[in-house]
């Protein structure tokens, strides 16, 4: 089994701009020729999953009002450590 690593190592270094020209050609034609997955999938919300008497049903159709997505936020935590020492 090693000399299959192997020989796959020596194989990525030799041709290492080749496999990288080639994943690059193969995402270019796969965005080209296939489909978008919102094209091919159904557009579905959590209630079509959850009966309309289900509680968190409930709670989305109450604070719907107060949703704005106009103006959708993102929360954003920074951490910094103090050296001791």
């Known amino acids: 089994m090693d000399t299959v690593f192997a020989a796959l190592?020596?194989?990525d270094?030799?041709?290492?701009?080749?496999?990288v020209v080639a994943w690059v050609a193969i995402t270019i034609f796969s965005v080209?020729?296939?489909p978008s997955l919102s094209s091919v999938i159904?557009?579905?919300?959590?209630?079509?999953?959850?009966?309309?008497?289900?509680?968190?049903?409930?709670a989305s159709n109450l604070a719907t009002p107060f949703?704005?997505?106009?103006?959708?936020s993102a929360t954003i935590v920074?951490?910094?450590?103090?050296?001791?020492?």
Do not use: M
């Open 9 to 11: 190592g020596r194989f």
């Open 13 to 19: 270094v030799r041709f290492r701009y080749l496999i």
């Open 32 to 34: 080209i020729v296939f």
């Open 42 to 58: 159904k557009s579905t919300t959590i209630s079509d999953f959850l009966p309309s008497n289900a509680p968190s049903i409930q």
């Open 67 to 72: 949703q704005n997505t106009k103006y959708a």
């Open 78 to 85: 920074a951490v910094r450590f103090a050296s001791t020492g």
